[in-house]
């Protein structure tokens, strides 16, 4: 089973990333850990990638997909995984040759996002680098003009699942594993 959650930033990706990882018993990863990670190198490439992640911006679609690429070849993932951030461009979404089960969209709305958001920088031991309000609004932005294009292509391919991502967390991952079925 191969699970794509898309949705913007405060969606629940991760909570439901990892809920959803411990009941199919397949590996969850987010393209945001792994960039977070890389960030942390002391290297050119580990640069470029902060400042781009401190703004709030997109990596690039060739740097994105050949990374994702080379973490999807490894043997864990071989059986399946539940895959948070990835894709969020259209050439991304079409460039991913990886036959996908299905794409779960999590639905929340703008202002409810932000709300959560403002509450998990309260209340986070982890805090992050990138997650300014400047950066959250502009991935805001960028969510709506890049990754929305992602949701009509998967939705062409019939594989795509609409979740309300504003019900109490219980809920929300009820309804993904009854849609998933
Ligand atoms: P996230 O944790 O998913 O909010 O991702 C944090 C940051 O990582 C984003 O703001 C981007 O800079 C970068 N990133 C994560 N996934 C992608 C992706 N699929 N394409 C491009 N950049 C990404």
């Known amino acids: 089973m191969k699970i794509i959650l898309i949705g913007i930033q405060g969606a629940g990706k991760s909570t439901q990333g990892n809920m959803l990882s411990k009941k199919f018993k397949i590996p969850y990863l987010s393209t945001g850990h792994i960039f977070r990670q890389i960030s942390k190198e002391h290297s050119p490439l580990g640069r470029y990638i902060k400042e781009v992640m401190n703004a709030g911006y997109l ?8 990374i994702v690429s080379e973490y999807l070849s490894r043997p864990e993932y071989e059986e399946g995984y539940i895959l948070d951030g990835f894709p969020r461009t259209i050439q991304q979404a079409e460039k991913f040759s990886n036959g ?15 709300w959560r958001l403002a509450g998990r920088s309260v209340t986070e031991k982890e805090t992050r680098d990138d997650d300014t309000l400047k950066a959250i609004f502009k991935r805001i932005e960028l969510f709506h003009k890049f990754t929305e294009p992602v ?12 979740v309300d991502g504003e019900k109490p967390i219980a809920e929300v991952f009820q309804e993904i594993v009854e849609k998933l079925a």
């Open 100 to 114: 996908i089960t299905k794409a779960v969209y999590l639905k929340v709305s703008d202002k409810e996002a932000l």
């Open 59 to 66: 990596i690039p679609d060739d740097k994105t997909l050949e």
């Open 151 to 162: 949701l009509a292509h998967y939705r062409h391919h019939h594989k795509l699942v609409e």
